[in-house]
Nanobody, 115 residues
Framework: QVQLVESGGGLVQPGGSLRLSCAAS????????MGWYRQAPGKERELVAA???????GYRDSVKGRFTISRNNARNTLYLQMNSLKPEDTAVYYC?????????WGQGTQVTVSS
């Protein structure tokens, strides 16, 4: 079993920054893919960024150049540095891990960008 716990969300003004963290525990194996998703009210959940175990990364176009995904394999921790935040980034952000055909989700952390 795998547990994912996100932290770091909150209220921030437009142009501000936040850093999300996701602590993974349980049976974590190498070769996994980790990612951050988000879901705004009334919208479908969407992939924001993903990172392989060897730290290859990918981003959705709307966050390229503003968000940075990273991971610390020794600590089984995933991060999302979010800069130049916009109101349209407001959503619940979820941590996700995929390995051996299974996927696990965290409980989500709210990010609100508003003046």
């Amino acid at each position: 079993q795998v547990q994912l716990v996100e932290s770091g969300g909150g209220l921030v003004q437009p142009g501000g920054s936040l850093r999300l963290s996701c602590a993974a525990s349980g049976s974590i194996f190498s070769g996994n893919l980790m990612g951050w998703y988000r879901q705004a009210p009334g919208k479908e959940r969407e992939l924001v960024a993903a990172i392989t175990n060897s730290s290859s990364t990918g981003y959705r176009d709307s966050v390229k150049g503003r968000f940075t995904i990273s991971r610390n394999n020794a600590r089984n921790t995933l991060y999302l540095q979010m800069n130049s935040l916009k109101p349209e980034d407001t959503a619940v952000y979820y941590c996700n891990i995929r390995m051996f055909g299974y996927e696990y989700w965290g409980q989500g952390t709210q990010v609100t960008v508003s003046s």
